[in-house]
């Protein structure tokens, strides 16, 4: 696969992935790197930007839909934490109800970004340094 198209299969699938949809790009990020078809940084880049823009559609949503059922304990939590509760938006299932509670209770979009762009950065950065050893 030629870089310009594996780069954009990885922005597809992690922004899927942080979506209400279900999704992995942790495989498609794993095969790119493997394969060597694409730079670690293109890819930390894509994937991030990708992911983290699937997070605040879901925040959005929160936004935009102010009587959404989301979990008790989500928006207890992230009362109480704020938005840097929004460093865990990587985990499966708990990040989307986070991204939606957010929204939901209106965090501040900026906090809410900068907060969802580094926990989901971290995390690829984390695969990458154990692919590369």
């Known amino acids: 696969m030629n870089e310009p198209a594996g780069l954009g299969a990885l922005f597809v699938s992690s922004f899927l992935a942080a979506t209400l949809l279900p999704g992995g790009s942790e495989v498609v990020f794993s095969a790119l790197l493997l394969s060597g078809s694409v730079s670690v940084g293109a890819a930390l880049v894509v994937a991030t930007l990708g992911n983290t823009l699937g997070g605040l559609s879901t925040y959005l949503i929160g936004r935009l839909v102010p009587d959404r059922k989301t979990d008790a304990r989500m928006i207890a939590w992230l009362r109480r934490w704020g938005a ?3 460093l865990l938006s990587w985990l499966p299932l708990i990040g989307d109800a986070l ?10 979009v900026l906090s809410a970004t900068l907060f969802i762009a580094a926990g989901k950065g971290v995390r690829y950065w984390i695969l990458a340094q154990l692919l590369a050893s």
């Not at 991204?99 to 501040?108: I, N, P, S």
């Open 84 to 86: 840097p509760v929004l």
């Open 99 to 108: 991204c939606l509670a957010a929204g939901w209770l209106r965090v501040h």
